[in-house]
């Protein structure tokens, strides 16, 4: 095993001690106007703000490895640190407090690291010391989708009497969910960056789960995904595939 990685803090252990750090920076910016980003989406100032943080500590403990944020990426090479410093920016804008801050820690491409995930707005703290559990059989199952997605009505042709979802904030969020079993699945009809969903979907693997896109489990860490994407126990897959 290389030895830089012997040596190396977990990612858990280090943002310990950022956890304030992010909750002051969240009460310095309470709210804030977005401006767009070339692709169209918005960005805040507070965006800004934790991803310099994230960048500093990226740098200060993690030297070996490339950066990839968001808010700043142009190398792709392993070992890489995956940062969504603000997953759910419109949550955030709204003040709909159902968005995260993300990072995923790769060593190589296949789909294997830390995962970390926060929501400063609820202090729920996801990370690799969650518990993991096995699938249970259940009467009825509950998942969550993104607000957007169903706003579109993109779910309206979804019919089960067995699967039941709520639309939730970012996706980061809601895979810290999944991860933490709050929910049993979560569902998305767009395209991801995989730094919307590095962080999460490490959380998941970490509680026997499996994440799925266009109908086949992925195991390489690439830069976008396409849909549908879904993340549940092995057991649940063919159903819920058949459903969207």
Same mark, same amino acid.
């Given at each position: 095993? *290389? ?13 310990? /001690? ?42 200060? !403990? ?21 940062? *969504?410093?603000? *997953? ?18 790769? *060593? ?6 830390? /995962? ?30 993104? !607000? ?20 939730? /904030? ?44 266009? /109908? ?29």
């Amino acid at each position: 095993m *290389d030895k830089k990685k012997l040596l190396r803090q977990s990612l858990a252990k280090i943002m310990f /001690g950022l956890v304030p750090k992010i909750n002051q920076l969240t009460q310095l910016h309470p709210s804030a106007p977005a401006i767009l980003k070339l692709d169209g989406s918005p960005v805040t100032g507070l965006d800004l703000a934790l991803s310099v943080l994230l960048e500093n500590m990226s740098q200060q !403990h993690f030297p070996e490895v490339t950066f990839y944020s968001e808010e700043k990426h142009s190398a792709w090479k392993f070992p890489l640190m995956v940062i *969504d410093p603000l *997953d759910g920016t419109k949550e955030y804008i709204r003040q709909r407090p159902e968005w995260a801050v993300s990072i995923a820690l790769f *060593d190589s491409q296949k789909f294997i690291g830390e /995962g970390w995930v926060y929501n400063p707005m609820t202090q729920e703290l996801f990370n690799s010391e969650i518990s993991c559990f096995d699938h249970v059989k259940k009467e009825k199952y509950s998942g969550e989708v993104s !607000h957007s997605e169903w706003d579109k009505g993109l779910y309206n042709l979804f019919k089960s009497q067995k699967f039941a979802i709520k639309p939730m /904030g970012s996706i980061a969020y809601k895979l810290g969910r999944l991860a933490a079993g709050k929910v049993d699945f979560v569902i998305s009809l767009a395209p991801k960056n995989i730094w919307d969903i590095a962080g999460g979907t490490l959380l998941c693997h970490q509680s026997k789960m499996k994440f799925y896109s266009q /109908g086949k489990e992925v195991k390489e860490v690439k830069q976008l995904y396409l849909p549908p994407l879904i993340w549940c126990h092995e057991e649940l897959f063919a159903e819920l595939s058949s459903l969207v």
